[in-house]
Each structure stands twice: as C-alpha cells, then as structure tokens.
C-alpha cells in the first residue's frame, strides 16, 4: 500500500492566523480525502481532492476557510485560515485503498489553536 | 439518530479474556463495513472488512447482522497490544464512508 507522509506533524497556533497542511503520497493516486478529528469525535469528512479541479466540501466546510490544492497525483494541502480554538484537531489526509472501498490515513497533523 | 454509535468505553479487560464490541448503523442501504484500529496519537489504520458472512483475521472476528444493523468485532485471548480506540466505519458510496466515535479497549496485566 501506498507510504502517506504529512508535514507538520503538529503545530501551535495563534488565533487569526492560517496553517498549511501538507500530504505527500509516494505513488500517484486520482483521489484524496481531508478529514478532522476534534477531541472525543469521529473521523469527519472535511473535502475531496481531485487533481485538475476544485475540491468538493462537505456539508459544513467551506473553501474559504479550508482551501485545499492538488497540484498533482502525489500531493495536496490543506489550509486551515483564520484559526480559532475550534479548529484545533487532528488533520489528516487518506486515500482509497486498490478496492476502493478501503480507507488508508496519514499520520495526522495535530494542531492546536490558542 | 447517529449515522454509526459505538460505546465509547473503556473496556477494561484482563489479558487473555475474550471481548466483543458492537457499532449499529442506521442506514439499512449500506453494504460495505470496516473496523478500524487507532492507537494513541496515531492515525487509524485499517483492521478488516466485515462481509455479509464474517470475516475471522486470527484472533479477530468480524460479523454483520443486517437485521438488526449492527456490526461487531470480537476478540480473543486478548494481548497487551490490543490496547487501542476500535473505528467501525460504513461505506456510503462515492468514496464516502461515516465513522464511529470508537470504543476504548485496555487489556490489563
């Protein structure tokens, strides 16, 4: 199976700022996916990559606050503006696996918002 | 309702005994279920499938029960190791899929 990497790995941030997310995939793959985890949640879709158009954003995710940019097949980010403490959570970028119907995460990028 | 409920735990077990965790769902169309395993500041990694017939990985058993929406995941002569946060997840289609909150499993000395 494909080897994710994401940078940073963590990060403190001060409020009203943005941080970019990176997710590097070590084999080209046609789509990805962003997902957040706050404290005590489930995994929650935040949008999907395609590379060569515009990412599609889940109900309750906006482009503006989490613009996301696919320049290839082996990479995205993930930009999370304007911070508040609300965004403080586990980011993390995943692919489907050969069926498809499978699932594989990076390590996350845990993020804290002061 | 919740799309997918997990029991949150803890599970406290001892080593070696045998545990069992449910996650109903509430969508009677889904088809395609999984049970994820994430450990502590770790992302979640892939466990098994369910299939409609179960699904047995070693000491790990899955099964569906589609009449009364739940799935579950049973373990066996539990390890040390095994000591984690269980994800079920339910595909939806279009490369979508809804998770649970997860249940917290510690296997005890």
């Known amino acids: 199976s494909a080897v994710i990497s994401q940078k940073p790995s963590r990060d403190i941030c001060q409020r009203g700022t943005s941080l970019t997310i990176q997710c590097q995939v070590d084999s080209q793959v046609t789509m990805m996916f962003w997902y957040r985890q706050q404290p005590g949640q489930s995994l929650t879709l935040i949008a999907t990559a395609n590379q060569g158009s515009e990412a599609t954003y889940e109900s309750g995710f906006v482009i503006d606050k989490f613009p996301i940019s696919r320049p290839n097949l082996t990479f995205s980010t993930l930009t999370v503006s304007n911070m508040s403490p609300e965004d403080s959570s586990i980011y993390l970028c995943s692919l489907t696996g050969a069926g498809r119907e499978t699932q594989y995460f990076g390590p996350g990028t845990r993020l804290l918002v002061l | 309702r919740k799309e997918v409920e997990q029991d949150p735990g803890p599970f406290n077990v001892p080593e070696g005994a045998t545990v069992a965790f449910n996650c109903t769902y509430s969508?009677?169309?889904?088809?395609?279920f999984f049970w994820y395993r994430q450990d502590c500041r770790k992302e979640p990694k892939l466990l098994m499938s369910v299939y409609s017939s179960g699904n047995e990985d070693g000491r790990f058993t899955a099964q569906l029960n589609r009449a009364s929406q739940y799935i579950s995941l049973l373990i066996r002569d539990s390890k040390l190791s095994d000591s984690a946060t269980y994800l079920c997840?339910?595909?939806?289609?279009?490369?979508?899929?809804?998770f649970g909150t997860g249940t917290r499993l510690k296997v005890l000395a």
């Open positions: 997840a339910v595909y939806k289609g279009t490369y979508k899929y809804i």
């Open positions: 969508n009677s169309a889904s088809q395609s």
